[in-house]
């Protein structure tokens, strides 16, 4: 049945003078052509199958790669859980603190004047002293020690500003008043309240006013 089929089939290809030719297809021409097929169909599926086969190993390859970190990675990367931005944020503002008042070396609590009524009855019955860049408030203190009070008002100024100019005052407090106090052995309170000129001083500007107010309360003591 194959023979007889291809006796009607013909074959066609460019014989002199690049002109179709036509021949009719024979039993070894077919059998030939079919060779050729096979082999031809052998040949694309041999190169398929070692294109998928480079693929998959080159995938393999890149995953392993993205998995496994290098040896020297681990003296460079992160040891332990990432920080997100908002402990980063809290960390970068008590590094800023550190720098003002170093670890240790910040105002206990116990020599603030924190309470708003203790803050008033200062205000009412302390002595006041003017300052280019503070109002320096103070009165013998009820407690065992001397302590320190702050106002600090915004005058329209950032919580930034504002902020900084806290710890300085805070700071000058710690560094320059209350030890000088302490000394004297008969406790006092101070409060500092800061005028608008403030903002634009410098630290030492504030150590000039603050020391200027601790030699009138040394004096008042006498």
Not at 49 to 59: I, T, V
Not at 122 to 138: H, I, M, Q, Y
Not at 184 to 200: C, I, N, Q
């Amino acid at each position: 049945m194959w023979k007889s089929q291809t006796m009607h089939l013909t074959t066609r290809h460019l014989g002199v003078g690049g002109r179709l030719r036509c021949e009719a297809l024979t039993p070894s021409l077919a059998s030939g052509y079919l060779v050729k097929l096979a082999s031809r169909r052998m040949y694309d599926m041999d190169r398929a199958a070692r294109y998928e086969a480079d693929l998959q190993a080159s995938q393999s390859q890149a995953s392993q790669q993205a998995r496994i970190p290098g040896a020297h990675e681990d003296a460079r990367g992160p040891q332990g859980p990432v920080a997100s931005p908002k402990e980063r944020t809290r960390e970068a503002r008590r590094v800023r603190r550190r720098k003002v008042a170093p670890a240790g070396e910040g105002l206990p609590r116990g020599v603030r004047i924190r309470h708003t009524k203790e803050i008033r009855g200062l205000l009412e019955r302390g002595k006041r002293e003017r300052t280019a860049g503070l109002d320096v408030f103070f009165a013998p203190s009820p407690a065992s020690r001397s302590r320190l009070g702050l106002i600090v008002p915004k005058y329209g100024r950032r919580i930034v500003d504002r902020n900084k100019l806290k710890r300085r005052l805070r700071e000058l407090g710690r560094r320059e008043v209350l030890p000088a106090l302490d000394a004297r052995g008969v406790p006092w309170d101070v409060l500092f309240r800061a005028r608008p000129r403030a903002y634009g001083a410098d630290f030492e500007e504030l150590a000039g006013d603050v020391r200027g107010a601790l030699e009138v309360i040394c004096s008042a003591e006498s």
